[in-house]
């Protein structure tokens, strides 16, 4: 069994490797090493999907969505020697971020509000209202992000697919997660008055 420094050390691990997915895969073509690669990543992905097991975040049915999609695309590839399928992995991330997300709307309570009710557990009305706008928000992001993402697999352009894939899709998620954070700072201050 796994100790916590461990465990928390695969976790690092298993969340990096994703962050940088795109520059794995732009090296991995870049070089014609996916054959070796695959398999690790797969491996790192297998992790993450165990580690998601059991816990009540609301955000595991992302981390396991993401990360059965991962795994489907590695061993299709590695079956097939058609590493290219492995592009369309920022496009099933945000497909499955927008199912999440989007599905979270018709239950009674949208993953926005489950995230805000772990601090918050008291949520006034108007948190609700506001949690239920902004899991919107991120379900638009989430289509525009995709087809983007979508785009650049089909443009075939590596070198526009690792720089919107790995680093300005991820500076426009961060975005809008400070904007997010300073508006709920308003609404929050706005409410106390």
């Known amino acids: 069994m796994l100790g916590t420094r461990s465990r928390q050390g695969v976790q690092l691990v298993t969340a990096l490797m994703l962050l940088v997915w795109p520059f794995l895969i732009w090296f991995g073509l870049a070089h014609n090493s996916l054959h070796w690669l695959l398999p ?95 899991t919107q928000v991120w379900c638009m992001f989430f289509i525009l992000n995709g087809a983007i993402a979508l785009f650049t697999v089909l443009y075939g352009d590596m070198r526009l697919w690792t720089v919107w894939n790995g680093m300005i899709a991820y500076l426009l998620m961060g975005m809008l997660m400070a904007g997010e954070w300073l508006v709920r700072c308003r609404v929050i201050k706005r409410e106390k008055q």
Request: glycine content about 8%.
């Open 40 to 134: 690790l990543m797969a491996l790192l992905l297998l992790l993450r999907l165990c580690q998601a097991r059991g816990k009540s975040d609301p955000m595991r049915f992302v981390v396991q969505g993401v990360a059965l999609a991962g795994i489907a695309l590695c061993i299709v590839s590695y079956l097939l020697k058609t590493y290219q399928l492995l592009l369309f992995y920022p496009v099933a991330v945000n497909l499955v971020m927008l199912g999440v997300f989007g599905g979270s709307l018709w239950t009674s309570m949208p993953i926005v509000e489950r995230i805000a009710r772990l601090r918050e557990p008291d949520l006034p009305p108007s948190g609700v209202r506001y949690t239920h706008r902004v």
